[in-house]
């Protein structure tokens, strides 16, 4: 890795102007990730531009300079640097923006193993958060680690690593997250307005979901939908969702939760495997990708169908694992 630090540490000597953008459909990793990268090139001088094509999420608003996302550039903006953060491929920085039209060099930092290597620069390493890979830059560009950026990089450590609990987790992460409570860091505070701040629309919503949970016969697999209806009536929001998949994941004897999501005439599907299985090969198998424990794809039509078809899909890939009795 040492010698992408290396590399981007002499894109910046020349650099003025960056734009970093968070994928869309954004989680704690990518605007927490963005949002530090900015405060530390800032640091050495350089005029930032934060983006991201999709609204963040209420519960990370909180977060220093959260309020300086755009959502949308100006015509015909041109920076020197395009960072990209948390993006497996180019395109999920929404269609909105091409980096490589907007930038003169683009910077892919990622930790997904199905990353395209989209950059001109690829800072990619399989670390438990993006967050992570920022940590490091800022220490190889020797920045001051202060609290505004120390909060934004532990909310973005502990969302990816569900609050230190997931395989990701290593020794680095808590040596990182050590570093970050040494510069601020409240962790009491972070994880209470992270994890104990839900909205009455998420309850009910998920109360809904959970109420219509599906199981294959010997219960390994629970999957459950939500359909456009049941948002309007609960008035959910899309963040309202967060977490979902992860309470049919965490039923004893479950080993791949599905959770779908009707929207329009699409249906975005949320997968989580619990030990063994590795859901980004279901999630391929539709057109998505991720990790091997979460995945995700899109798929358009009709929701009772797609379902019938990811379950029916993943009961083939867990038979073929040899997983399915
Ligand atoms: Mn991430």
New binding site residues.
């Given amino acids: 890795m040492k010698a992408e630090l290396e590399k981007i540490k002499e894109l910046l000597k020349s650099a003025k102007s960056a734009v970093i953008a968070a994928h869309i459909d954004p989680?704690g990793?990518?605007i927490g990730s963005m949002l530090a990268l900015g405060m530390m090139l800032e640091q050495k001088g350089l005029s930032i531009t934060l983006y991201c094509a999709d609204q963040n999420p209420k519960i990370y608003k909180f977060l220093p300079t959260a309020d300086r996302i755009k959502h949308e550039l100006p015509a015909g903006a041109h920076y020197d640097l395009g960072f990209a953060v948390?993006a497996s491929d180019a395109s999920r920085i929404g269609s909105r923006i091409d980096l490589k039209k907007t930038a003169g060099a683009v910077i892919n930092i990622d930790?997904h193993p199905d990353n395209t290597k989209y950059g001109d620069v690829n800072y990619v390493a399989r670390v438990s958060?993006?967050a992570e890979l920022i940590f490091d830059l800022g220490k190889y560009l020797k920045i001051k680690m202060d609290k505004n950026i120390a909060d934004c990089l532990y909310t973005a450590m502990i969302t990816?690593t569900g609050n230190f609990r997931y395989e990701n987790t290593n020794v680095k992460t808590f040596m990182i997250a050590a570093e970050l409570l040494k510069a601020g860091v409240n962790t009491h505070e972070l994880t209470t307005r992270i994890y104990d701040n839900k909205s009455i629309p998420s309850i009910k919503i998920s109360a809904r979901a959970l109420a219509n949970i599906k199981f294959t016969p010997d219960h390994k697999i629970a999957w459950t939908a939500v359909t456009d209806d049941m948002m309007r009536e609960t008035k959910a929001e899309g963040e309202d969702l967060i977490g979902i998949v992860d309470k049919l994941r965490s039923i004893e004897g479950v080993e791949v939760a599905i959770f779908f999501r009707e929207k329009g005439n699409e249906t975005k599907i949320n997968f989580r495997s619990k030990d063994r299985i590795n859901v980004s090969e279901i999630a391929r198998r539709f057109g998505g990708g991720g990790h091997i424990k979460a995945a995700g794809a899109v798929v358009k039509g009709e929701l009772a169908k797609i379902e019938d078809a990811v379950v029916a899909e993943a009961i083939k890939y867990l038979k073929a694992s040899a997983y399915l009795v």
Avoid: F, G, I, K
Wanted: charge should be negative.
């Fill in positions: 989680d990793d990518t948390d930790h958060s993006v990816d």
